[in-house]
């Protein structure tokens, strides 16, 4: 790749990367945050002998559930969207066959590359079982990323074998922005929930406005 389109790809991955580890830090956190919020409320609400139905699940607290109701949106023509942080839809539609076959075409590359180094058949003798094992899982990683078309799994693989992308065009980095935007979409999600929101209170008046809040929107009814 010219030198240009070398520094918007690592600048697009470096996007990528951090939206999808955020995105398991907030997810390990909302592990903990869901029953601890369910917890509170159940407390707030027997503290004040109120009974609401239906109850929330502790297992689930409230994980489909965000202040702000964000949910996809359609244009009529088969396109879907999201709401970001700023307030603007975005297109998470799927590419069109013809798009999706190209963007394809780029990664099945980046696969056979790295099938040269994960492959059994390519593994080296002297290899413990150890590593041959490591190899091994490596590459049906790289395989269903392939078939399944996750091919974030595909580049993080490549930088681990220090493999060159090969040239892109217009549709692939057009692909790695959809991406971009819609782990960011995910992320902001799981960021509103209310579980996440309680994780992030400091102090107890935050947490009971917050459980007020809840209770307005999941049942209408204000306290």
């Known amino acids: 790749m010219s030198k240009g389109k070398r520094l918007r790809y690592r600048r697009q991955i470096n996007n990528l990367k951090y939206l999808h580890e955020e995105k398991e830090i907030v997810e390990e956190i909302l592990e903990d945050a869901h029953p601890e919020f369910s917890e509170y409320y159940n407390k707030f609400l027997s503290d004040r002998d109120l009974v609401l139905e239906p109850p929330i699940e502790e297992s689930e607290g409230d994980a489909t559930t965000s202040v702000a109701l964000k949910k996809p949106a359609s244009d009529g023509e088969g396109r879907e969207f999201v709401n970001d942080e ?15 076959d190209e963007v394809h075409e780029v990664f099945r590359k980046i696969y056979r590359a790295l099938a040269l180094h994960l492959h059994p058949d390519r593994l080296s003798p002297s290899m413990s079982e150890k590593q041959k094992e490591l190899h091994l899982k490596k590459f049906k990683t790289a395989k269903s990323a392939l078939e399944d078309r996750h091919y974030y799994n595909l580049i993080i693989l490549a930088e681990q074998y220090d493999i060159e992308i090969p040239e892109m065009s217009g549709k692939q980095f057009e692909w790695i922005e959809r991406e971009i935007k819609a782990m960011s979409a995910q992320l902001q999600n799981l960021q509103g929930s209310y579980s996440f929101l309680f994780f992030n209170c400091k102090t107890e008046e935050q947490r009971e406005n917050l459980i007020k809040q809840f209770i307005l929107q999941k049942y209408d009814i204000k306290l």
């Not at 307030?87 to 798009?99: A, K, M």
């Open 86 to 100: 700023m307030g603007n839809w975005i297109d998470t539609s799927p590419l069109e066959p013809e798009e999706a």
